[in-house]
């Protein structure tokens, strides 16, 4: 896992799947609370079937 601080990358549409969008965080997402925060720790979340596939992500800031 990366993170930067530099401009992010263009939301793209993910077909059926919906899609991501790049963007401030902004009340009432979920991130819009640590902003300005500073990120301390972070894991991956591993698939159930055992493969390198990110099932999702643990961040924990300095904040609470």
Do not use: K, N
Not at 1 to 28: C, F, I, K, N
Not at 32 to 39: E, I, K, N, Y
Request: proline share 6%; hydrophobic share 40%; net charge negative.
């Amino acid at each position: 896992m990366r993170l930067a601080t530099e401009d992010p990358y263009r939301s793209y549409d993910m077909g059926e799947h919906g899609e991501t969008r790049v963007g401030p965080a902004l009340r009432p997402g979920i991130l819009s609370g640590f902003v300005g925060a500073r990120l301390v720790d972070g894991a991956v979340i591993i698939g159930p079937d055992g493969d390198l596939s990110c099932a999702g992500l643990v961040l924990r800031f300095d904040t609470r």
